[in-house]
């Protein structure tokens, strides 16, 4: 008779084996946050004196090298370029995954009025 009732059991009802949806509690999340937020900042903190302590003074100087006007304006241009660009791969992207919905739910409405697929006798 268990089986029975537990199977008839309101839905509301809670879970004997725990969560049913498998979310982690607020303090759990919060734990794993803080745990997470802090191995970080410490492994920041730990990197920034062997970044400061190489001894080798190149003058200011990056990884590219020398950073000249005309550096910095052909990559101002390429952040220019950089951003129309996502936007348009990205509406297009939009455009066809909204076309493929407009598809589906044509193609359900045409199943709806077509007797054939409601069943019965």
Same mark, same amino acid.
């Given at each position: ?35 997470? +937020?802090?191995?970080?900042?410490? +492994? ?13 003074? #190149? ?30 791969? +990205?509406? +297009? ?8 919905? #407009? ?19």
């Amino acid at each position: 008779m268990q089986v029975a009732s537990a199977r008839y059991a309101p839905a509301n009802a809670p879970d004997p084996a725990g969560d049913p949806s498998g979310t982690l509690s607020k303090q759990m999340r919060r734990a794993r946050i803080i745990a997470a +937020l802090t191995t970080t900042a410490l +492994l920041v903190l730990a990197s920034a004196p062997a970044a400061l302590a190489t001894g080798v003074s #190149h003058g200011g100087e990056g990884w590219y090298g020398e950073t000249t006007d005309t550096v910095i304006t052909n990559a101002m241009f390429m952040v220019i370029i950089f951003f129309p660009t996502v936007i348009l791969i +990205l509406s +297009l992207v939009q455009w066809r995954l909204e076309k493929r919905k #407009h598809a589906r739910m044509d193609a359900a409405k045409a199943r709806a009025r077509n007797a054939d697929w409601r069943g019965g006798w």
